[in-house]
Protein backbone atom coordinates (compact mmCIF):
# COMPACT_ATOMS: atom_id res chain seq x y z
CA UNK A 1 0.00 0.00 0.00
CA UNK A 2 1.01 3.71 -0.76
CA UNK A 3 1.59 5.60 2.09
CA UNK A 4 -0.08 8.67 2.13
CA UNK A 5 2.78 11.09 3.92
CA UNK A 6 5.87 10.18 4.85
CA UNK A 7 8.07 12.59 7.26
CA UNK A 8 12.05 11.92 7.74
CA UNK A 9 14.08 13.86 10.19
CA UNK A 10 11.91 16.39 10.82
CA UNK A 11 13.56 19.29 12.92
CA UNK A 12 12.04 22.02 14.52
CA UNK A 13 14.09 24.58 16.35
CA UNK A 14 13.14 28.22 17.65
CA UNK A 15 15.66 30.87 19.02
CA UNK A 16 14.98 32.61 22.06
CA UNK A 17 17.54 35.27 22.29
CA UNK A 18 21.07 33.63 22.79
CA UNK A 19 19.10 30.24 23.80
CA UNK A 20 17.75 27.25 20.76
CA UNK A 21 14.23 25.48 21.74
CA UNK A 22 14.75 22.22 20.09
CA UNK A 23 11.17 21.05 20.10
CA UNK A 24 11.49 18.35 17.36
CA UNK A 25 14.73 16.38 16.54
CA UNK A 26 15.00 14.35 13.79
CA UNK A 27 11.00 12.88 14.07
CA UNK A 28 9.84 10.19 11.38
CA UNK A 29 6.60 9.62 10.53
CA UNK A 30 4.14 7.28 7.86
CA UNK A 31 0.30 7.67 7.72
CA UNK A 32 -1.27 4.99 5.57
CA UNK A 33 -4.58 5.90 3.59
CA UNK A 34 -7.63 5.69 5.82
CA UNK A 35 -5.40 5.39 9.15
CA UNK A 36 -6.03 6.98 12.32
CA UNK A 37 -2.85 7.52 14.10
CA UNK A 38 -3.21 9.24 17.60
CA UNK A 39 0.09 11.24 19.45
CA UNK A 40 0.02 11.58 22.83
CA UNK A 41 2.84 12.84 25.39
CA UNK A 42 2.59 16.00 27.56
CA UNK A 43 1.78 19.33 27.36
CA UNK A 44 4.47 21.42 25.72
CA UNK A 45 6.22 18.49 23.73
CA UNK A 46 5.59 19.53 20.47
CA UNK A 47 2.15 17.78 19.58
CA UNK A 48 0.71 20.97 18.35
CA UNK A 49 4.05 22.05 16.36
CA UNK A 50 3.90 18.64 14.38
CA UNK A 51 0.55 19.10 13.53
CA UNK A 52 1.25 22.71 12.06
CA UNK A 53 4.00 21.11 10.28
CA UNK A 54 2.10 18.52 9.00
CA UNK A 55 -0.59 21.12 8.15
CA UNK A 56 2.28 23.20 6.12
CA UNK A 57 0.96 25.97 8.81
CA UNK A 58 4.73 25.83 9.62
CA UNK A 59 7.83 25.74 8.53
CA UNK A 60 10.67 23.07 9.51
CA UNK A 61 14.32 23.73 10.24
CA UNK A 62 15.53 20.60 8.67
CA UNK A 63 13.96 17.76 7.39
CA UNK A 64 11.72 16.09 4.32
CA UNK A 65 7.49 15.73 4.14
CA UNK A 66 6.12 13.58 1.05
CA UNK A 67 2.41 13.95 0.72
CA UNK A 68 0.96 12.11 -1.86
CA UNK A 69 4.19 11.51 -3.59
CA UNK A 70 5.43 15.39 -3.34
CA UNK A 71 7.80 17.12 -1.49
CA UNK A 72 5.76 20.00 0.65
CA UNK A 73 8.36 21.77 1.80
CA UNK A 74 9.70 24.75 -0.38
CA UNK A 75 6.68 24.85 -2.03
CA UNK A 76 5.14 28.30 -2.60
CA UNK A 77 2.42 30.02 -0.25
CA UNK A 78 -0.07 29.66 -2.93
CA UNK A 79 0.42 26.43 -3.76
CA UNK A 80 0.37 25.65 0.63
CA UNK A 81 -2.93 27.51 0.32
CA UNK A 82 -4.53 25.13 -2.37
CA UNK A 83 -3.43 22.48 -0.17
CA UNK A 84 -4.75 23.37 3.00
CA UNK A 85 -8.24 24.34 0.97
CA UNK A 86 -8.28 20.82 -0.49
CA UNK A 87 -6.56 18.12 1.13
CA UNK A 88 -6.93 19.18 4.72
CA UNK A 89 -9.41 19.69 7.16
CA UNK A 90 -8.45 20.89 10.91
CA UNK A 91 -10.48 20.65 14.20
CA UNK A 92 -9.35 21.85 17.21
CA UNK A 93 -9.97 21.65 21.07
CA UNK A 94 -12.31 25.23 20.82
CA UNK A 95 -14.75 24.67 17.69
CA UNK A 96 -13.84 28.39 16.94
CA UNK A 97 -17.40 28.73 15.14
CA UNK A 98 -18.19 31.74 13.76
CA UNK A 99 -20.91 33.42 16.63
CA UNK A 100 -23.19 35.31 13.79
CA UNK A 101 -23.29 32.59 11.68
CA UNK A 102 -25.85 29.06 11.97
CA UNK A 103 -24.64 25.86 11.82
CA UNK A 104 -25.04 25.44 8.18
CA UNK A 105 -23.52 28.49 7.61
CA UNK A 106 -20.10 27.73 9.68
CA UNK A 107 -19.79 24.56 7.48
CA UNK A 108 -21.10 26.38 4.15
CA UNK A 109 -18.12 28.51 4.38
CA UNK A 110 -15.58 26.30 4.37
CA UNK A 111 -16.49 25.22 1.20
CA UNK A 112 -16.69 28.32 -0.22
CA UNK A 113 -13.20 29.20 0.94
CA UNK A 114 -12.45 26.36 -1.16
CA UNK A 115 -13.84 27.57 -4.14
CA UNK A 116 -17.02 25.28 -4.11
CA UNK A 117 -19.84 26.73 -6.05
CA UNK A 118 -22.62 28.30 -3.24
CA UNK A 119 -25.06 25.52 -4.17
CA UNK A 120 -22.39 22.55 -4.18
CA UNK A 121 -20.99 24.11 -1.01
CA UNK A 122 -24.78 23.89 0.98
CA UNK A 123 -25.58 20.49 -0.23
CA UNK A 124 -22.15 18.90 1.09
CA UNK A 125 -22.50 20.71 3.87
CA UNK A 126 -26.18 19.42 4.78
CA UNK A 127 -25.21 16.02 3.70
CA UNK A 128 -22.23 15.72 6.64
CA UNK A 129 -24.02 17.88 9.01
CA UNK A 130 -26.67 14.98 8.63
CA UNK A 131 -24.19 12.37 8.92
CA UNK A 132 -22.59 13.97 11.98
CA UNK A 133 -26.48 13.75 13.53
CA UNK A 134 -26.68 17.29 14.61
CA UNK A 135 -29.00 17.90 11.01
CA UNK A 136 -31.50 19.33 13.51
CA UNK A 137 -29.58 21.77 14.69
CA UNK A 138 -28.26 23.08 11.30
CA UNK A 139 -29.92 26.94 11.95
CA UNK A 140 -29.19 27.14 15.40
CA UNK A 141 -26.40 30.03 16.38
CA UNK A 142 -23.30 28.28 17.91
CA UNK A 143 -24.96 29.75 21.38
CA UNK A 144 -27.57 28.16 21.22
CA UNK A 145 -25.75 24.46 20.68
CA UNK A 146 -23.96 22.06 23.31
CA UNK A 147 -20.38 21.46 23.38
CA UNK A 148 -20.52 18.10 22.11
CA UNK A 149 -23.08 19.99 19.16
CA UNK A 150 -20.44 22.36 18.15
CA UNK A 151 -17.56 20.27 17.95
CA UNK A 152 -19.93 18.10 15.63
CA UNK A 153 -20.01 20.69 13.40
CA UNK A 154 -16.48 21.79 13.39
CA UNK A 155 -15.89 18.45 12.65
CA UNK A 156 -18.32 18.88 9.49
CA UNK A 157 -16.70 22.07 8.79
CA UNK A 158 -13.05 20.09 8.47
CA UNK A 159 -14.62 17.36 6.17
CA UNK A 160 -15.48 20.09 4.08
CA UNK A 161 -12.15 20.61 3.05
CA UNK A 162 -10.55 16.80 4.31
CA UNK A 163 -9.71 15.71 0.80
CA UNK A 164 -7.13 13.08 2.45
CA UNK A 165 -6.13 14.01 5.96
CA UNK A 166 -7.62 15.58 9.00
CA UNK A 167 -5.92 17.14 11.83
CA UNK A 168 -7.30 16.74 15.26
CA UNK A 169 -5.73 19.06 17.99
CA UNK A 170 -7.38 17.57 21.43
CA UNK A 171 -11.02 17.78 19.71
CA UNK A 172 -12.39 15.79 22.68
CA UNK A 173 -10.47 18.31 25.32
CA UNK A 174 -13.36 20.37 26.21
CA UNK A 175 -15.98 17.88 26.56
CA UNK A 176 -17.32 15.43 29.48
CA UNK A 177 -15.93 11.97 29.21
CA UNK A 178 -19.08 10.74 27.97
CA UNK A 179 -19.68 13.50 24.96
CA UNK A 180 -15.65 13.24 24.24
CA UNK A 181 -16.89 9.33 23.96
CA UNK A 182 -19.53 9.72 21.73
CA UNK A 183 -17.55 12.98 19.44
CA UNK A 184 -14.90 10.63 19.12
CA UNK A 185 -17.03 7.46 17.67
CA UNK A 186 -18.95 9.43 15.37
CA UNK A 187 -15.34 11.34 14.06
CA UNK A 188 -14.03 7.63 13.89
CA UNK A 189 -17.46 6.43 11.66
CA UNK A 190 -17.03 9.24 9.53
CA UNK A 191 -13.33 9.14 8.07
CA UNK A 192 -13.73 5.71 8.20
CA UNK A 193 -16.39 5.44 5.51
CA UNK A 194 -14.34 8.16 3.31
CA UNK A 195 -11.28 6.55 3.88
CA UNK A 196 -9.56 9.85 5.01
CA UNK A 197 -6.74 9.54 7.09
CA UNK A 198 -6.32 11.10 10.60
CA UNK A 199 -3.59 12.64 13.00
CA UNK A 200 -4.95 13.38 15.97
CA UNK A 201 -3.03 15.12 19.10
CA UNK A 202 -4.46 14.17 22.53
CA UNK A 203 -4.08 13.59 26.07
CA UNK A 204 -6.81 11.18 26.27
CA UNK A 205 -4.75 7.58 26.11
CA UNK A 206 -8.65 5.80 26.22
CA UNK A 207 -9.18 7.29 23.11
CA UNK A 208 -6.09 7.33 21.76
CA UNK A 209 -5.95 3.50 21.87
CA UNK A 210 -9.13 3.44 20.18
CA UNK A 211 -7.22 3.93 16.95
CA UNK A 212 -5.12 1.99 14.69
CA UNK A 213 -1.82 2.95 16.60
CA UNK A 214 -0.77 5.24 19.39
CA UNK A 215 2.68 6.75 19.19
CA UNK A 216 3.94 8.98 22.07
CA UNK A 217 5.97 11.94 21.65
CA UNK A 218 9.05 12.52 23.96
CA UNK A 219 12.34 13.88 23.34
CA UNK A 220 11.33 15.33 19.80
CA UNK A 221 10.89 12.00 18.11
CA UNK A 222 7.77 9.39 18.32
CA UNK A 223 8.02 6.55 20.22
CA UNK A 224 6.15 2.93 19.99
CA UNK A 225 3.21 2.64 23.13
CA UNK A 226 2.56 -0.53 24.06
CA UNK A 227 -0.88 -2.08 22.99
CA UNK A 228 -3.46 -3.28 25.61
CA UNK A 229 -4.03 -7.42 25.32
CA UNK A 230 -6.44 -7.88 22.81
CA UNK A 231 -6.38 -4.31 21.76
CA UNK A 232 -5.56 -2.44 18.45
CA UNK A 233 -2.10 -2.76 16.65
CA UNK A 234 0.28 -0.38 17.95
CA UNK A 235 3.52 0.41 16.62
CA UNK A 236 6.33 3.02 15.93
CA UNK A 237 6.62 5.29 12.85
CA UNK A 238 7.41 2.85 9.89
CA UNK A 239 11.40 3.36 8.90
Do not use: W
Request: contains cysteine; aromatic residues 4%.
Amino acid sequence: MSELLQVRGLDRFYRSGERTLEVLCGLDLTVEPGEMVAIVGESGVGKSTLLHLLGALDQPTAGSYVFEGREMFGRTSDDLARFRNHRIGFVFQFHHLLPEFSALENVTIAGLIGRMSPRDAREKALGLIDELGVGGRRDHLPSQLSGGEQQRIAIARALMTAGSLLLADEPTGNLDTGTAGRVFGTLRGCVKSRRISVVMATHNERLALECDRTLLLRGGVLLPMNAAPGGPRQEMARP
